[in-house]
């Protein structure tokens, strides 16, 4: 049985969220969308003042993680989904505890 981390001889490794050979377009910038405001909210828990962002982009975040995990075809599509899910909850939960949604 060949590796499956290593690409086959002859080519080269490319990281791809279609891991079934067919594009998913939609299913993809929901999964890098969720990535994205998860990093956010997490990212701008470490400026004064950030609570708002990081509570308004967590929601955002973690509403579309839902619909994307919901939606999701392949296993790289779901990793992101979880990954980008948990950062947009520790925005939501240390923006509230830091002052909400209000400055």
């Known amino acids: 049985m060949p590796h499956f981390l290593q ?11 279609n891991t079934d ?4 377009p939609m299913e993809n910038a929901l999964a890098v969308a969720t ?5 956010v909210a997490f990212a701008a828990l470490f ?6 962002v ?6 955002l975040g973690f509403a579309i993680g839902l619909y994307s995990q919901y939606v999701s075809v392949t296993t790289p599509q779901r990793s992101l ?11 939501i939960a240390l923006g509230i505890a830091g002052g909400g949604y209000l400055p």
């Open 7 to 17: 690409p086959a001889e002859g080519q080269r490794f490319r990281p791809t969220l």
């Open 21 to 24: 050979g067919r594009p998913h």
């Open 35 to 39: 990535l994205v405001c998860g990093l």
């Open 47 to 52: 400026f004064p003042g950030g609570h708002v």
């Open 54 to 59: 990081a509570s308004w982009a967590g929601t």
């Open 81 to 91: 989904n979880i990954v980008g899910m948990v950062a947009s909850f520790l925005g």
